[in-house]
């Protein structure tokens, strides 16, 4: 089975068709007006500080260097736009967690006619759960995230390696997504987020497309808007068909 970046990033659009299907279109609803809501406020707080906290990255040239300012500019605001974006993923699915966990599991039982095997709870025990995971996430993710905030430090010391910083986010935030995403068809079934993150591992470039393309929805202007439910539901169809391990045959064996 082929597995590379551009067949991670179709499962973005595979999760965009699976929004209007009968049966899952019920539980979209409240992603779609929680990302909705939170982008509004995100953006009004940052537009007006965003040439400041560019300003702030920037490392002062000498005057004989000047003429990179606007290149440095231009992949400092890249990556910018990147962190500002990936905090608001991170805020929407910390709101939206108990809500994406069902939405996960209306998409399952579409496209297999029943929904995953796990433990009936309540509406509380389903926020206290998903409250818990997201907070195990977001301590992964900043750790990591002020790995990747220091090694763009470095880089922007050296006007010749200053360019990879932008690379260097947007590898990480493709990661992120992934394994953000990845998370709720996963644990439906049970997986810890250690074991998912073998998972996602084992088929690292498929992890990396879906992710991907996850971010550079999110910078599309009202497509952001439907990226989170269209990720939770192209992320259960790419746990479906290709992470789920295959059902196990029915013992044939017999008395006797």
Not at 92 to 113: K, Q, R, S, W
């Amino acid at each position: 089975m082929i597995s590379n970046p551009i067949t991670g990033a179709q499962y973005l659009l595979r999760g965009l068709r699976l929004l209007n299907t009968p049966g899952v279109r019920a539980y979209v609803v409240v992603p779609l007006l929680i990302n909705i809501i939170l982008f509004s406020l995100l953006f009004a707080l940052v537009a007006g500080q965003f040439v400041t906290f560019i300003d702030w990255l920037l490392p002062t040239l000498p005057d004989w260097l000047g003429w990179l300012d606007w290149l440095l500019w231009l992949l400092f605001g890249v990556a910018a736009a990147i962190i500002v974006f990936f905090t608001f993923s991170i805020v929407a699915n910390l709101v939206g967690a108990p809500f994406n966990g069902y939405l996960a599991a209306a998409v399952e039982a579409h496209l297999t006619g029943h929904k995953p095997a796990g433990p009936e709870r309540s509406i509380g025990a389903e926020v206290v759960i998903a409250l818990q995971s997201e907070l195990r996430k977001l301590v992964y993710f900043l750790l990591w995230a002020a790995l990747v905030l220091a090694l763009t430090a470095l880089l922007s010391l050296t006007v010749v390696l200053a360019w990879l910083s932008p690379f260097l986010w947007a590898l990480f935030g493709a990661w992120m997504l992934a394994a953000e995403y990845m998370d709720y068809p996963m644990a439906n079934h049970g997986l810890s987020f250690s074991e998912q993150r073998k998972r996602l591992a084992q088929q690292r470039l498929l992890s990396l497309g879906f992710g991907g393309a996850t971010m550079v929805a999110t910078l599309v202007p009202i497509l952001q808007f439907l990226v989170m439910p269209a990720a939770v539901a192209g992320a259960t169809a790419l746990w479906m068909e290709r992470f789920a391990p295959p059902p196990q045959p029915l013992s044939t064996e017999s008395g006797g």
